[in-house]
């Protein structure tokens, strides 16, 4: 397993139970025997608005990061609006798919509608060159989240 894989994994574990966490990424850095920058690429490719997922970071003396879920209920014109907006210019497959399994997480689809979705989104089934192809997922992705938005299909 990478280091990457490691420390979002054990980030994630931690936010199990708890809406938000905060951490040092000096401490973390050490506890993974890391650089920092390694905890700011797993932050920043993992830990994203697509993936249900807000970062916010403080650097200094005191600094820290706080890593907070993103509740699809609570705020869904001010998240939602920034998810569908990211997508825009292209979606990977695996940024597709933590959008995906934080609506099944958020009881917003079912399991049977997740592994419909994450075979029309994948790069077998949408077999075109990229960036067409992250454009199409994008556009899929776009399509299915505005579905989950309107009042008449509930």
Known sequence: MSLARKIEEYLKSLLIHQEA?????????????CVPSQINYVLSTRFTPTQGYLVESRRGGGGY????????????????????????????QREAE??????????????????????????????IDLPERDFVRAKIM???LTALCRKDYQ
Do not use: C
Request: proline share 3%; net charge neutral.
């Open 21 to 33: 966490i905060e951490i040092q990424r000096n401490e973390l850095a050490e506890f993974f025997n």
């Open 142 to 144: 776009q399509a299915v």
């Open 65 to 92: 990061v706080r890593i907070a879920k993103i509740s699809w209920d609570v705020f869904p014109h001010y998240v939602l609006k920034n998810v569908y907006e990211e997508m825009e210019p292209g979606l990977a």
């Open 98 to 127: 933590g959008v995906l399994k934080r609506f099944y997480e958020e009881k917003l689809i079912t399991r049977r509608e997740y592994n419909i979705l994450k075979v029309i989104i994948s790069r077998e089934t949408l077999a």
